[in-house]
């Protein structure tokens, strides 16, 4: 079964570069999910989308946007890289319904992101 | 105070011993996730629960809504069991998670 894809699986870059990062869902989800987990942290919420909408926002710096494209697949723009932006970023996708407001979760294998 | 509190933050044991790993949220859900990440860094979901108790396999997940408590079970804990879990939950009305800080379980041979 296709699961969720995440592309570059690792990425280095300068200071001050750009990085954009892809997110594929699993077929027929409905929602995306961004989250950022630095070295030894918990992960952290960023941005959600539902049916190409922004739904919740939660610590995604001014730096950073998001979309979701017609086809459901997400991309996260990172611009004026800094040191402490190097983290593991990973995408979750799911299929709202029910009384929960996320729906199970699928997470992608994550996005490394080094900033040197 | 973190809205999601996991206990213990660490936790080795011995092949075959009975693990629980418990999580403590403070705000209302409307669904409260058990994950688990290996060193490589990838998150597999283990379980969505809104209440009662669902088995899968070796994994018990508990969820006590009114006390607003959830244990996740290992039962004759192996090895491969050896991953952070994560205690996660989904504010009422809102489309995101709130993660505790994970437990890191390591099972000995």
């Known amino acids: 079964a296709a699961g969720v894809i995440q592309s570059p699986r690792h990425l280095i870059k300068e200071k001050r570069e750009t990085a954009t990062l892809k997110c594929y869902p699993i077929?027929?989800?409905?929602?995306v999910y961004w989250y950022q987990q630095g070295p030894g942290q918990d992960p952290q919420f960023l941005i959600s989308f539902y049916e190409k909408m922004q739904s919740d926002k939660g610590s995604i710096p001014d730096r950073f946007s998001a979309q979701q494209f017609s086809d459901y697949h997400s991309e996260l723009n990172m611009s004026s890289l800094e040191l402490g932006d190097s983290a593991l970023y990973f995408c979750?996708?799911?299929?709202?319904?029910?009384?929960?407001?996320?729906?199970?979760?699928?997470f992608g294998e994550g996005s490394r992101l080094t900033v040197l | 105070k973190n809205e999601v509190e996991q206990s213990p933050q660490n936790l080795t044991a011995q092949e075959g011993e009975f693990i629980t790993i418990n999580c403590s949220y403070s705000v209302g859900i409307s669904a409260l996730h058990w994950l688990q990440q290996h060193p490589g860094g990838g998150i597999v979901s283990l379980f969505m629960l809104s209440s009662g108790k669902k088995k899968h396999g070796r994994l018990i997940a508990t969820i006590n809504i009114q006390e607003k408590h959830s244990s996740l079970h290992i039962t004759a804990s192996h090895p491969r069991d050896s991953a952070v879990y994560i205690c996660a939950v989904s504010p009422r009305g809102a489309q995101k998670l709130v993660f505790g800080q994970g437990t890191r379980l390591t099972i000995n041979p």
């Open positions: 979750a996708s799911s299929l709202v319904s029910g009384t929960s407001s996320t729906g199970e979760l699928f």
């Open positions: 077929p027929r989800h409905d929602t």
